[in-house]
Protein backbone atom coordinates (compact mmCIF):
# COMPACT_ATOMS: atom_id res chain seq x y z
CA UNK A 1 0.00 0.00 0.00
CA UNK A 2 1.52 3.61 -0.62
CA UNK A 3 1.77 6.47 1.37
CA UNK A 4 -0.33 7.94 -0.05
CA UNK A 5 -3.31 5.28 0.57
CA UNK A 6 -2.08 5.00 4.14
CA UNK A 7 -2.66 8.84 4.64
CA UNK A 8 -6.24 8.36 3.34
CA UNK A 9 -7.51 5.05 5.10
CA UNK A 10 -5.99 6.66 8.88
CA UNK A 11 -7.87 10.45 7.96
CA UNK A 12 -11.15 8.47 6.89
CA UNK A 13 -10.58 6.22 9.99
CA UNK A 14 -10.48 9.68 12.08
CA UNK A 15 -13.45 11.32 10.04
CA UNK A 16 -15.68 7.95 10.95
CA UNK A 17 -14.53 8.67 14.58
CA UNK A 18 -15.57 11.92 14.85
CA UNK A 19 -18.85 10.97 12.98
CA UNK A 20 -19.31 8.28 15.72
CA UNK A 21 -18.65 10.72 18.42
CA UNK A 22 -20.87 13.13 17.62
CA UNK A 23 -23.78 10.56 17.44
CA UNK A 24 -23.07 9.63 20.45
CA UNK A 25 -22.61 13.25 22.04
CA UNK A 26 -26.29 14.36 22.40
CA UNK A 27 -26.97 10.80 23.93
CA UNK A 28 -24.38 11.32 26.59
CA UNK A 29 -25.17 14.95 27.21
CA UNK A 30 -29.00 14.20 27.67
CA UNK A 31 -29.91 10.54 28.47
CA UNK A 32 -25.93 9.23 30.03
CA UNK A 33 -25.38 8.83 33.67
CA UNK A 34 -21.97 9.76 35.70
CA UNK A 35 -20.84 6.03 34.60
CA UNK A 36 -21.22 6.87 30.81
CA UNK A 37 -20.25 10.23 30.45
CA UNK A 38 -17.24 8.96 32.17
CA UNK A 39 -16.60 6.30 29.49
CA UNK A 40 -17.24 9.11 26.55
CA UNK A 41 -14.63 11.40 28.21
CA UNK A 42 -12.15 8.39 28.59
CA UNK A 43 -12.63 7.71 24.57
CA UNK A 44 -11.98 11.57 23.84
CA UNK A 45 -8.96 11.47 26.56
CA UNK A 46 -7.45 8.62 25.32
CA UNK A 47 -7.49 9.97 21.51
CA UNK A 48 -6.23 14.00 23.09
CA UNK A 49 -3.32 12.30 25.04
CA UNK A 50 -1.62 10.87 22.06
CA UNK A 51 -1.76 14.32 20.39
CA UNK A 52 -0.27 15.41 23.38
CA UNK A 53 2.60 12.66 23.21
CA UNK A 54 3.19 14.02 19.37
CA UNK A 55 3.91 17.36 20.76
CA UNK A 56 6.68 15.75 22.77
CA UNK A 57 4.94 16.10 26.09
CA UNK A 58 4.09 12.74 28.26
CA UNK A 59 1.60 13.62 31.01
CA UNK A 60 1.32 11.59 33.76
CA UNK A 61 -2.36 11.97 34.16
CA UNK A 62 -4.75 12.03 31.30
CA UNK A 63 -6.17 15.31 29.94
CA UNK A 64 -9.14 16.63 30.62
CA UNK A 65 -11.87 17.08 27.75
CA UNK A 66 -14.77 18.93 26.77
CA UNK A 67 -18.26 17.34 26.08
CA UNK A 68 -19.15 19.98 22.81
CA UNK A 69 -19.37 19.60 19.43
CA UNK A 70 -16.42 21.92 18.74
CA UNK A 71 -13.90 20.08 20.91
CA UNK A 72 -15.30 16.59 18.99
CA UNK A 73 -13.89 19.08 16.00
CA UNK A 74 -10.98 19.85 16.65
CA UNK A 75 -9.61 16.71 18.11
CA UNK A 76 -10.69 15.24 14.57
CA UNK A 77 -8.63 18.15 13.25
CA UNK A 78 -5.42 17.99 15.03
CA UNK A 79 -5.68 13.74 14.23
CA UNK A 80 -5.65 14.84 10.70
CA UNK A 81 -3.13 17.69 10.84
CA UNK A 82 -0.97 14.67 12.15
CA UNK A 83 -1.97 12.30 9.35
CA UNK A 84 -0.20 14.85 7.35
CA UNK A 85 2.98 15.51 9.22
CA UNK A 86 3.79 12.13 9.57
CA UNK A 87 4.47 9.27 7.46
CA UNK A 88 2.72 5.60 8.33
CA UNK A 89 5.80 4.18 9.95
CA UNK A 90 7.18 7.00 11.88
CA UNK A 91 8.55 6.13 15.24
CA UNK A 92 6.96 8.31 18.05
CA UNK A 93 8.89 8.03 21.20
CA UNK A 94 6.51 8.76 24.75
CA UNK A 95 6.37 7.39 28.30
CA UNK A 96 3.32 5.94 29.28
CA UNK A 97 1.45 7.34 32.44
CA UNK A 98 3.88 5.21 34.84
CA UNK A 99 6.61 6.63 33.17
CA UNK A 100 7.72 3.52 31.33
CA UNK A 101 9.51 4.75 27.84
CA UNK A 102 8.25 3.54 24.73
CA UNK A 103 8.58 3.67 21.19
CA UNK A 104 5.60 3.33 18.51
CA UNK A 105 4.51 3.26 15.10
CA UNK A 106 2.60 6.20 14.25
CA UNK A 107 0.01 4.63 11.99
CA UNK A 108 -0.04 2.35 14.43
CA UNK A 109 -1.11 4.94 17.32
CA UNK A 110 -3.46 5.67 15.09
CA UNK A 111 -5.44 3.24 13.87
CA UNK A 112 -4.89 1.48 17.41
CA UNK A 113 -6.75 5.14 18.81
CA UNK A 114 -10.03 4.73 16.26
CA UNK A 115 -10.44 0.94 17.27
CA UNK A 116 -9.74 2.59 21.26
CA UNK A 117 -12.95 4.26 20.27
CA UNK A 118 -15.09 2.16 18.51
CA UNK A 119 -14.88 -0.38 21.25
CA UNK A 120 -15.50 1.65 24.38
CA UNK A 121 -18.72 2.87 22.50
CA UNK A 122 -19.96 -0.63 21.89
CA UNK A 123 -19.77 -0.72 25.23
CA UNK A 124 -22.00 2.82 25.55
CA UNK A 125 -24.10 1.03 23.15
CA UNK A 126 -24.58 -2.27 26.05
CA UNK A 127 -25.28 0.02 28.88
CA UNK A 128 -27.39 2.22 27.17
CA UNK A 129 -29.68 -1.10 25.90
CA UNK A 130 -29.88 -2.28 29.03
CA UNK A 131 -31.89 0.62 30.59
CA UNK A 132 -33.67 0.50 27.87
CA UNK A 133 -32.47 4.01 26.20
CA UNK A 134 -32.06 4.54 22.48
CA UNK A 135 -28.64 5.00 21.44
CA UNK A 136 -27.07 5.48 17.73
CA UNK A 137 -25.90 2.97 15.27
CA UNK A 138 -22.30 4.09 14.53
CA UNK A 139 -21.12 0.72 12.37
CA UNK A 140 -18.15 1.89 9.77
CA UNK A 141 -20.59 0.47 7.62
CA UNK A 142 -23.10 3.01 8.05
CA UNK A 143 -20.50 5.92 7.84
CA UNK A 144 -19.59 4.67 5.00
CA UNK A 145 -22.63 4.51 3.21
CA UNK A 146 -23.57 8.15 4.08
CA UNK A 147 -20.57 9.20 2.76
CA UNK A 148 -21.22 7.60 -0.72
CA UNK A 149 -24.65 9.63 -0.44
CA UNK A 150 -22.90 12.85 -0.41
Known amino acids: MSIVDN?????????YDLWANLLWLPRIVESGGDEERALFKHILSASKIWIVRFGVDSPSVPPEVVLSESALRGLCEEWLTFVEKFEYHTRIDYRTYRGAAVTGIFGDIARH????????????RE????QGLDFPETDFLLYAASRSLE
Open 7 to 15: KVLLGDGHR
Open 113 to 124: VVNHSTYHRGQL
Open 127 to 130: KFGA
